[in-house]
């Protein structure tokens, strides 16, 4: 066929990373996405977003026409392998739609030929992979399906494509070593599993990092409300002590996956999943901590509060599932006014880093972007549950 693998949905956050790394390690790949304008900005030699040595990758793989671009579904019927990234979102009620899934299915599949691979590798409902494969034995086409998942952190997807192990799984051994070849340029080690194994992994992963996060703000919030520092605490408690090294550090756990796939899990296993709920509760309780603590202080009826950065972790700009933005609603209530900037997130309504700081009594850093480690705060309340600035995250009454 003219290409070795289409990325359908290419042009979004895990599907770019993936067709230019492909393209740049030789591979003829073709993106299929309905984004005409992202399309033109790639075409460009440009990422739509951030990714550190992104557009350096990007433009070699232009520059060796091993990359292109297209907006029509029928030239996906070009290329041997179909990688797809769209994953399972979830309802109104926190379930999956796997109905989207099928919908998909049905749109491509009149151009779908026979000995084509699908390869899904974003997130799915475990069992996904298995309803794709029946899907399309039940529209007699002749295609193998495996699984495949994205494992990168935004912003590092040009250094971990590298060298993280990529887990591949399938229904036959030709398939598998398909995705063996598939992935070989890339150089890094390759871990077999069968697919509901790689589906239930992924989402292991995820949910063991959110719930991560939610055991260290459950210690922070009960340490503030003991009115004690919770960082000097955990500076006792992990220095030269390994059995505790890897506790992660509190701060606003969001993103557009953590969340999501814990719901995922959730819903798998009948929605017997305590732990998951509870690290649910803790981390999206954490903006309704912090403001139950300064309304303990003050009366945020006379403030103006500032928000340091709406993405939904430092560095990037990606602002999907930010809890930046549910602290704002939940002030929007309690304070005089709220006052939004983001180095990175650009909306009609935030201000300019230096309005934010001139007229806000209250500073909330949410977002820990590189270029706030300087800032002159001229001795304003600042909440700092990152411990960004070395000086304690304690909300102090």
Not at 176 to 188: E, S, T
Not at 196 to 205: D, I, N, P, Q, R
Not at 299 to 308: A, R, S, T, V, Y
Request: hydrophobic share 40%; with cysteine; charged share 25%.
């Amino acid at each position: 066929m003219e290409y070795d693998v289409c990325v359908i949905g290419g042009l979004g956050r895990a599907g770019l990373p993936l067709s230019v790394v492909f393209a740049e390690r030789g591979h003829r790949v073709l993106i299929y996405d309905k984004n005409e304008k992202a399309a033109e900005v790639v075409r460009a030699g440009q990422m739509p977003f951030m990714e550190d040595d992104g557009e350096e990758y990007l433009k070699r793989a232009l520059q060796a026409d091993r990359l292109h671009v297209t907006s029509n579904v029928a030239d996906i019927a070009r290329a041997e392998i179909l990688t797809v990234v769209i994953g399972t979102p979830v309802d109104d009620h926190l379930n999956p739609k796997l109905e989207l899934i099928m919908a998909f299915l049905e749109e491509i599949t009149p151009h779908v030929r026979d000995g084509q691979i699908i390869l899904m590798r974003s997130t799915v409902f475990p069992g996904t992979t298995q309803l794709v494969k029946e899907f399309f034995e039940r529209q007699g086409r002749k295609v193998k399906v495996t699984f495949c998942p994205e494992r990168i952190a935004e912003g590092k997807a040009f250094h971990e494509l590298f060298s993280l192990p990529q887990i591949i799984s399938g229904f036959d051994e030709d398939s598998i070593d398909r995705m063996r070849v598939l992935f070989a340029p890339l150089g890094c080690e390759v871990v077999r599993l069968d697919p509901m194994e790689a589906e239930l992994g992924k989402l292991f992963t995820n949910v063991w990092r959110y719930c991560q996060f939610a055991i260290s703000n459950q210690f922070y919030m009960i340490a503030n409300a003991y009115n004690l520092d919770f960082y000097k605490i955990y500076e006792g408690i992990t220095h030269n002590y390994p059995r505790i090294s890897g506790m992660a550090r509190p701060g606003f756990a969001a993103g557009p996956c953590l969340f999501k796939d814990t719901l995922q899990l959730a819903a798998f296993n009948n929605n017997v999943f305590g732990l998951g709920y509870a690290a649910m509760t803790t981390n999206e309780g954490l903006p309704n901590h912090v403001v139950d603590r300064l309304k303990l202080r003050m009366n945020l009826k006379e403030k103006n509060i500032g928000i340091l950065g709406m993405a939904f972790k430092g560095n990037s700009d990606d602002r999907r599932g930010s809890l930046s933005y549910k602290l704002r609603r939940i002030l929007k209530w309690e304070a005089r006014e709220v006052l939004c900037t983001d180095v990175y997130v650009h909306e009609d309504d935030f201000l300019p880093l230096e309005e934010v700081l001139r007229r806000s009594e209250v500073l909330i850093l949410a977002t820990p972007h590189k270029e706030y480690r300087d800032l002159q705060l001229d001795g304003k309340l600042l909440v700092d549950v990152w411990n960004f600035y070395g000086k304690g995250g304690l909300i102090g009454v």
